[in-house]
């Protein structure tokens, strides 16, 4: 089966702990993004790929940082720089940027303590 | 910044209904658009592309208007099932981030 996979589902931490959330892509896309969702809001995109070994800010980078060591995979890390972690995380792939449209994770729910 | 702005509802209506969302965008730049589904704390997921004619999916059907930079959904005979949040989304082309804007999405509320 195609698709892509984030985990955990469900992440608890404690403040002031860094934390990775995984996505891994299985459909040959070169783009790959973060995207956080906080309740009754929209997407608000934290970072971007459009090739492997390259990554771009989106609107929310601060205190987030991801690396894009292969194609398939695109780890997101929420430093404890990040003042309020706590939100539904998802990870998204497309072919190419700007042009084509995005299939989505489940997503990841972390809960910051 | 390019922008998509929705209305956010929520939109209740019995089954059977005819609703119609709009939204709209401002970068006239602009080819690609596509609307999505969201289930609550589900992902989105991709309802369809919206092409300059126009297309239908059986009860969905979407329209785009370049020179009034909106694009429509259409959904015909309403199910409790469609009862879910729509986003809208356009792409951006400001500056170096060339990507998609999603809108924050219209709530819709199908009742039996």
């Known amino acids: 089966d195609g698709g892509i996979t984030q985990s955990p589902k469900y992440l608890f931490r404690k403040e002031g702990q860094n934390v990775t959330l995984s996505c891994e892509q299985n459909l040959n896309h070169d783009a790959m993004y973060w995207y956080r969702q906080d309740p009754g809001q929209g997407l608000r995109l934290i970072y971007y790929s459009q090739i492997v070994n390259d990554f771009q800010k989106g609107d929310i980078a601060e205190g987030y940082s991801v690396s894009r060591e292969k194609k398939e995979s695109f780890p997101l890390t929420v430093t404890s720089a990040q003042k309020n972690p706590t939100a539904f995380y998802l990870c998204?792939?497309?072919?190419?940027?700007?042009?084509?449209?995005?299939?989505f994770g489940p997503g990841t729910r972390l809960t910051v303590l | 910044r390019k922008e998509v702005e929705q209305d956010p509802g929520p939109f209740n209506v019995p089954e059977g209904a005819t609703v119609a969302f709009n939204c709209t965008y401002s970068?006239?730049?602009?080819?690609?658009f596509f609307w999505y589904r969201q289930d609550c704390r589900k992902e989105p997921k991709l309802l369809m592309s919206?092409?300059?004619s126009g297309n239908e999916d059986g009860r969905f059907t979407a329209q785009l208007n370049r020179a009034s930079q909106y694009i429509s959904l259409l959904i015909r005979d309403s199910k409790l099932s469609d009862s879910a949040t729509y986003l809208c989304v356009a792409p951006n082309y400001g500056g170096s981030q060339g990507n998609l804007i999603f809108g924050k999405g219209t709530k819709l509320s199908v009742k039996p």
């Open positions: 919206v092409y300059s």
């Open positions: 998204a792939s497309s072919l190419r940027t700007g042009v084509d449209e995005q299939f």
């Open positions: 970068n006239s730049a602009s080819q690609s």
